[in-house]
């Protein structure tokens, strides 16, 4: 039982490529999360997914694409990346919205 | 935008003593929960009190929750340096949609 892993862990970029991070969990949970952590804030919530085929925008989703084709993965993707997209990127997941959630182990991105 | 706000930003006691930390929110909540995070790592939820709980205990931690006031307390008693971490609490965001609002967390540090 892996609960939340996500691939890469680390990951550095020049301004303009592009990238997809996965998020796997294997705990059946219906919702899932994708945050940016920056020094000093909280998590800032960038999309989200509330069942398989479902996406929806958090607080910060500009410059951001998600995918949940599975029930298991989500997928957020950076199209043409920017040094404001420098940060550590964390998935989670839960059974129960509004509840306690499971995090992965992050992805720091640096993009150049 | 930031629901939860935590108090002090950063604490450093001795091993053994007992750590205190806050937080503080805007808008009526269901429940708030704490969560830890060691350096370089995913989080990992500590406690979650309803609104409807005045205290909960598990293990060593001690959680507070006053509505009158919007605001939570997290005691860590006996600390070791194990608990050295970044401690942030969440709350369910106003309005009913899935989301936790994460304050910017209290980074503690255990002197041995």
């Known amino acids: 039982n892996a609960g939340v892993t996500q691939t890469p862990k680390f990951r550095v970029l020049k301004t303009g490529q592009s990238m997809t991070l996965l998020c796997a969990q294997d705990m059946n949970h219906e919702y899932m999360y994708w945050y940016r952590q920056d020094p000093g804030m909280g998590l800032r919530l960038i999309h989200y997914?509330?069942?398989?085929?479902?996406?929806a925008k958090g607080e910060v989703p500009d410059g951001y694409n998600v995918s949940r084709l599975k029930k298991q993965n989500f997928l957020l993707g950076l199209e043409s990346a920017a040094p404001s997209q420098t940060s550590v990127y964390f998935c989670a997941s839960n059974s129960v919205p509004r509840e306690t959630q499971y995090f992965g182990p992050g992805t720091r991105l640096l993009v150049l | 935008s930031q629901q939860g706000e935590e108090d002090p930003q950063a604490l450093s006691i001795q091993e053994g003593e007992n750590a205190t930390m806050n937080c503080s929110y805007k808008?009526?909540?269901?429940?708030l929960q704490w969560y830890r995070q060691n350096s370089g790592r995913g989080l990992v939820h500590l406690i979650l009190i309803r609104s409807n709980e005045r205290e909960k205990h598990s293990g060593r931690l001690r959680v507070t929750l006053d509505t009158s006031k919007k605001s939570s307390s997290l005691l860590i008693t006996a600390s070791r340096a194990a608990d050295t971490a970044s401690y942030f609490c969440?709350?369910?965001?106003?309005?009913?949609?899935?989301?936790?609002?994460w304050g910017a967390g209290t980074k503690l540090i255990i002197k041995p």
């Open positions: 969440a709350t369910d965001a106003p309005g009913g949609n899935y989301q936790l609002i």
């Open positions: 997914s509330v069942g398989e085929g479902t996406t």
């Open positions: 808008t009526s909540i269901n429940n």
